[in-house]
């Protein structure tokens, strides 16, 4: 199991990017990076609330059915087919330089990425919070938005981007941790993935010798 202590004391000493994702298909997505990163204060606040979404919690196994309540459920990142394709996006936005400016936001993403990267023994090692986007209109509804200056109380017509600071997942080298397993299914389509399984282990599972007997029984009475 991940020592959750040490993950979050190496998420403190490193460096932080945020990127925003948009759906471009149905397992494709376009990413967005901020263009001057998170200050000290956001990733602090981050740490803070990952310390607070873990307390008091153990490790469990994912059942597809949420039966172990509160628990926090590691998965191999191999069986995430989509975190493939959220990578692929979160490289070509570094190579070709894809940052979020106001000429392009329109507040119409579906995943927060925050992207805590060290040096480890030369080699640049990646931890990544993950969260389900919230639109602002969500937060905001159609109020109006009001910010303090130096004059007092104006109007914020510009576009803003509300980070609600919930962490869905965390991804740590080859390991998933799931901390709200409805929006990691959600982000993830895993649920499309577990039924699957289930479809592929049927003939299996129809051959099972003690389940042929229960069934049998149940035919008879």
């Known amino acids: 199991m991940t020592d959750m202590t040490e993950l ?31 200050n000290d204060d956001i990733k602090e606040r981050y740490c803070s609330n990952l310390e607070h979404f873990i307390d008091g919690r153990s490790f469990g196994t994912y059942d597809f059915v949420h039966e172990e309540k509160n628990a926090l459920i590691e998965l191999e990142i191999k069986e995430i087919s989509i975190w493939t394709s959220m990578q692929e996006a979160l490289k070509k936005s570094d190579d070709e330089n894809v940052f979020l400016q106001n000429d392009n936001f329109d507040d119409d993403y579906s995943v ?42 104006v109007e914020k017509k510009s576009e803003i981007i509300v980070l609600n600071g919930c962490i869905d997942v965390v991804i740590n080298k080859d390991t998933i941790i799931i901390l709200n397993e409805k929006n990691f299914e959600n982000l993830f389509n895993y649920y499309e993935s577990a039924k699957k399984m289930v479809d592929e282990a049927k003939p299996n599972i129809e051959k099972w010798t003690f389940l042929q007997g229960n069934i049998r029984e149940n035919t008879y009475t």
């Open 8 to 38: 979050i004391n190496n998420l403190r000493n490193s460096t932080v990017r945020l990127y925003l994702l948009k759906k471009e298909g149905r397992k494709k997505f376009v990413a967005f990076r901020l263009p001057n990163g998170i």
């Open 112 to 153: 927060i990425v925050i992207d805590f990267s060290r040096n480890l023994n030369n080699e640049i090692v990646h931890t990544y919070l993950i969260a389900k986007y919230m639109k602002t209109e969500t937060w905001y509804k159609k109020g109006f938005k009001f910010a303090f200056t130096a004059n007092g109380v």
